[in-house]
């Protein structure tokens, strides 16, 4: 399927993937970032603290995808569990930004 029929686990799973895996795909990165941004707000904590994570691993220049990504998960913080608010405070350290 093309990125844009992904569903969110979709998108944050494979951002993961390629992050756990090292992949030098920063292109591809961009287009997950490219969907994922409007869709932000059906994404679980768990896939917004992982699609987060992965790419702050993965080292990709993401600063819109990081704003949208607070945006996204700032009225919905009671839901995090620990795990997932602890990955995301750590992908934004790691990618050096700041929640707006």
Do not use: H, Y
């Not at 917004?48 to 993965?58: D, H, K, Q, S």
């Amino acid at each position: 399927p093309r990125m844009g029929e992904f569903n969110p686990q979709n998108l944050s799973n494979t951002a993961w993937a390629f992050a756990t895996a090292g992949v030098d795909a920063a292109r591809f990165f961009g287009a997950i970032a490219a969907a994922a941004r409007p869709r932000l707000g059906d994404f679980t904590p768990q896939e917004l603290a992982n699609t987060a994570w992965a790419f702050a691993t993965a080292g990709v220049d993401a600063v819109r995808l990081f704003g949208a990504i607070a945006e996204a998960a700032r009225p919905r913080l009671g839901e995090f569990k620990p795990q997932e608010l602890t990955n995301t405070a750590w992908a934004f350290a790691t990618a050096d930004v700041d929640a707006p």
